[in-house]
């Protein structure tokens, strides 16, 4: 039989579609907070309150205080590396699908520290320990002594670099070469699932999932793959392989791997020229989305729906883009409008007052604006500010 021909979608559709999937084109309702990280397939927190601000946008009256407790005291909400070695706010109980779908990423990395220590056994037992210190919440200098006084590691310390970091930090010995903290809790996510404790003084800890997670459920590593893409696809769909490689910050091997195992699920479409695949189970919604009435949203820096793709020409015009996608991996906050960036905006909290300012790339029409001054007003009431001033540069 011939093969059929894609279904062909317009890039509106898909921009509703994505918007519905974000919960950005309807916020949800506070009881379903902690599910919103999972359905936007990861809220980005490598900046903490950029993870939290996501929230925002997409859940009908959250407040910063909510995100805190959710993350500190119910912890149905946990901070953890996943796709692209980045810091993510994650539903606690899919935690093992977003870690260990990602562990790839994780096991480059162990194999370098391997073939450069000249001993698998070596950093093998070197995890051991890491993991045992890591049953509770530990600090990288509380890791760093541990493993010095109660197993006999000797440290020095050495310039971590990185993001322009000068600082010295603790390295272990392990054969031949030297690890930083940081290196070690990267590579154990290989093995181990780890996530953010609470902070100790100004300095982050990190515990086991198990040991801080009320009924922990963990799944293999070849489940939360399959998994993981198919969280991807529901939130980021249509995409390609390439897309979904740099989205999770794999080899293209490795993503086309994951994808071949799921590719009995995933259609291909094409956007106005462009071919791209999608769940089979999605292609009727998608085919049905559309937009009812302008969808104007104030989403923060490092927002997921902004970094699911190599081409960002479905969110920016080429002319505005480095406004949007900076240097050295930023991304600015955006004024979203049908999901599309019609201009970058940015904040200034001073204890109770908050000052709101967007800059437009192009006149925005009077129903816009007035709802970007909405949004700025309802930002102030999650920061918990009395007052809130916007400014349109």
């Avoid at 500190?72 to 779908?101: H, Y």
């Amino acid at each position: 039989m011939p093969e059929s021909k894609p279904v062909r979608v317009s890039w509106k559709q898909v921009a509703a579609f994505r918007l519905s999937r974000h919960r950005l084109s309807k916020k949800t309702s506070l009881a379903a907070l902690s599910s919103v990280p999972g359905d936007m397939a990861g809220a980005q927190a490598q900046v903490l309150l950029a993870g939290q601000m996501s929230i925002w946008p997409r859940v009908k009256g959250a407040r910063l205080q909510d995100v805190e407790s959710a993350l500190w005291i119910e912890r149905t909400l946990v901070r953890a590396w996943g796709m692209r070695g980045t810091m993510f706010l994650l539903p606690s109980d899919e935690l093992s699908v977003f870690v260990r779908g990602s562990a790839r990423r994780a096991a480059y990395n162990l194999n370098w520290a391997i073939r450069h220590a000249g001993s698998k056994q070596d950093v093998d037992k070197l995890l051991d320990r890491v993991s045992e210190i890591l049953e509770e919440p530990r600090t990288r200098t509380d890791l760093a002594q541990m493993l010095t006084e109660s197993h006999g590691y000797k440290t020095k310390s050495k310039a971590a670099g990185g993001w322009g970091d000068k600082r010295k930090v603790p390295h272990v010995k392990v054969g031949t070469i030297s690890l930083s903290m940081g290196f070690l809790l990267h590579i154990i996510r290989a093995r181990d699932v780890i996530c953010s404790g609470s902070n100790q003084g100004t300095e982050a800890s990190y515990v086991r999932a198990d040991k801080w997670i009320k009924n922990w459920k963990d799944v293999s590593q070849e489940t939360a793959e399959r998994e993981l893409l198919v969280k991807y696809l529901k939130a980021h769909g249509p995409a390609t392989i390439n897309d979904f490689a740099i989205w999770e910050g794999l080899y293209m091997k490795d993503a086309k791997d994951i994808w071949s195992k799921e590719a009995e699920n995933i259609v291909e479409v094409d956007i106005e020229g462009s071919k791209a695949g999608t769940l089979e189970s999605d292609l009727p919604e998608l085919e049905s989305a559309k937009i009812n009435e302008p969808v104007v949203r104030l989403v923060p820096y490092f927002d997921s729906f902004l970094l699911g793709h190599k081409s960002h020409l479905n969110i920016v015009d080429e002319k505005n883009r480095k406004k949007v996608y900076r240097s050295q991996g930023w991304v600015s906050p955006v004024l979203l409008v049908d999901g599309r960036a019609q201009g970058v905006w940015s904040h200034v909290q001073k204890k109770n007052d908050l000052e709101v300012k967007i800059t437009p790339f192009s006149k925005l029409s009077n129903q816009v604006t007035e709802r970007a001054k909405e949004e700025a007003s309802d930002l102030g009431r999650f920061l918990d500010c009395s007052s809130v001033k916007t400014i349109f540069a």
